[in-house]
């Protein structure tokens, strides 16, 4: 059968062929973010960690928040892609590559969190060599592993006629290309062979995905901590995850689809769609915090209710009501008429709950730890520079990391949006006409 | 204008056979890993039952990973078969 060939198609080859002064702009503009963490890494490395706001009884502040936010962020791609996938959600086409990518790229920076956090990198091979499996960081560690080799496959199978259509349209990286492309020729065997094997991935990286937020959220959970020791941090992490990942995709396609004139492949109804799921999220992502909440302050127990009041009237306040109205109350201002100026609507709720749901890592982490269960005295947590710093680079490492994807590999899949304009409108016209009444085929 | 030059069809193999080795690389380093946290927490009494039983979970999905990977490069790139058009 032949191939019905997108007339825009070209769009998507352009980013690969060409850079624009927009292109170095930006890659000078992240270099500098980049460089800032640097050399705040550099400063920690040789002075340590007293450079930072890092003091007993707080040891763990802005750098464990964004290792638990960027693991969070991760859930956008392959997660959602997988759901969608195995939904058959046939809007998804020009979203599930971003949604990937994102995954890859963020969890190497979020597990790259916790060794700036070590402040003796070289510690790590204690872990490898003397880890112990009752830790739940050792948990971590395994799933993350896990949920990184699934992400990178996942990322990588879909890609294989792409890369082959690269390797056959452009004139140069034509070894790396071929060498990835695998032999792709679109024979219909290897198309089985290809939607077998991502069919697997599919159903496989979910619970993986699942089990990875469970996990961190463990970290937290297992201790005898107030307002950390909960039964529901696991689905509550999780649902945070979700709800932050697909806030951060939505402004990766929102930036992309500027940035590269994708406005005909990423339409107001894809926004749409993501829009009414972040809805939903925020609705759930409400009923989990309030019921964390609520469990806490009927209990009444005193150790708990110090960080109780300290996140709702006391030093804490301006982060969790920042946090509340970020998460909840914006974000259902925006999302619950869709109809008009859909794109900025989403957007803006978007950047509210990347911002809400990194304060929500950090009144989780932070508070806990200035009012521990031990008799301590309380501490106050003050990040100094060299934390922003590495803040700052790490997101301009991620934001690098994706720019530089997008040079190589298209950013929307082109084979999957070819398939879904050949096979995809009969499909679903089948697929609609088989829920409707009329005759019945038993197969038994 | 002036091509590319080609790339040679034995290099890309070979390439592709040392992608597939990194990726059993990868793999079977997270698997030895794993078994070493059982050696160590045996050697030393430490609730094997922990190690053992998370071990039970990851090892099998890591082989299912490589697995996938090691069908999609016997099924793709060496009996994919040639495209009749």
């Known amino acids: 059968m032949a191939e019905i060939r997108d007339p825009h198609e070209d769009i998507l080859f352009a980013p690969i062929e060409h850079s624009g002064p927009g292109f170095y702009w930006a890659v000078a503009g992240l270099s500098v973010l980049i460089l800032w963490g640097a050399i705040a890494y550099m400063v920690q490395y040789t002075q340590g960690l007293g450079v930072t706001g890092l003091h007993q009884p707080v040891g763990w502040g802005f750098y464990v928040t964004n290792f638990v936010f960027f693991i969070g962020i991760s859930h956008a791609g392959t997660l959602i892609s997988a759901i969608l996938r195995l939904s058959k959600a046939e809007w998804r086409r020009p979203i599930t590559r971003m949604a990937e990518v994102i995954t890859c790229m963020v969890i190497?920076?979020?597990?790259g969190q916790i060794l700036v956090d070590l402040g003796r990198p070289d510690r790590m091979m204690n872990v490898l060599r003397h880890g112990?499996?009752?830790?739940?960081?050792?948990?971590?560690?395994?799933?993350?592993?896990?949920?990184?080799?699934a992400s990178l496959t996942y990322l990588y199978l879909p890609m294989i006629p792409d890369i082959a259509i690269l390797r056959d349209r452009l004139g140069k990286r034509k070894l790396l290309y071929s060498v990835l492309a695998l032999g792709w020729t679109g024979t219909e065997h290897q198309q089985k062979v290809l939607n077998r094997a991502i069919a697997i991935m599919a159903v496989l990286v979910i619970p993986i995905a699942i089990s990875v937020h469970s996990v961190v959220s463990f970290v937290f959970s297992m201790t005898l901590q107030p307002a950390w020791h909960s039964t529901i941090f696991g689905p509550y992490f999780v649902v945070g995850a979700i709800f932050s990942g697909i806030a951060g995709l939505i402004v990766t396609m929102i930036i992309f689809r500027k940035a590269y004139g994708l406005q005909y492949y990423l339409k107001p109804i894809h926004f749409r769609y993501?829009?009414?799921?972040l809805l939903i999220m925020a609705l759930l992502w409400f009923y989990f915090t309030f019921a964390e909440y609520l469990t806490g302050y009927y209990g009444a127990e005193p150790e708990e209710m110090k960080v109780f009041w300290a996140k709702f009237?006391?030093?804490?306040?301006?982060?969790?009501?920042?946090?509340v109205l970020c998460n909840f109350v914006i974000p259902l201002l925006c999302l619950t008429s869709l109809k008009q100026h859909t794109v900025g609507k989403v957007l803006i709720a978007s950047?509210?709950?990347i911002i809400g749901m990194w304060l929500e890592r950090f009144i989780i982490v932070v508070p806990t730890?200035?009012?521990p269960r031990l008799p301590f005295p309380h501490g106050v947590y003050a990040p100094t520079w060299v934390e922003w710093g590495?803040?700052?680079g790490s997101l301009g490492l991620f934001a690098l990391f994706y720019l530089l994807f997008t040079k190589f590999f298209p950013i929307i899949s082109i084979w999957e949006i070819r398939e879904g304009r050949e096979n995809s409108v009969k499909e679903v016209e089948e697929r609609i006409l088989s829920y409707l009444p009329g005759e019945v085929e038993e197969k038994t | 204008m002036e091509h590319p030059p080609e790339v040679s069809q034995q290099l890309v193999r070979r390439l592709q056979w040392l992608w597939l080795g990194g990726a059993f690389l990868l793999v079977g380093g997270i698997i030895v890993w794993i078994i070493h946290l059982i050696v160590a927490s045996w050697r030393l009494d430490d609730v094997i039952q922990a190690s053992v039983g998370i071990s039970i979970v990851a090892i099998p999905i890591f082989l299912v990973f490589i697995g996938v990977v090691f069908y999609v490069f016997w099924g793709v790139a060496l009996h994919g078969g040639k495209r009749e058009d």
Request: hydrophobic share 50%; glycine share 6%; no cysteine.
């Open chain 1, 132 to 149: 112990r499996y009752q830790s739940p960081l050792l948990w971590d560690a395994t799933s993350i592993s896990a949920y990184l080799t």
């Open chain 1, 313 to 323: 009237s006391g030093p804490f306040w301006p982060f969790f009501w920042s946090m």
């Open chain 1, 351 to 353: 950047l509210a709950i």
């Open chain 1, 274 to 277: 993501l829009g009414q799921l």
């Open chain 1, 369 to 371: 730890l200035s009012f």
């Open chain 1, 390 to 392: 590495e803040t700052a």
């Open chain 1, 108 to 111: 190497f920076i979020g597990a």
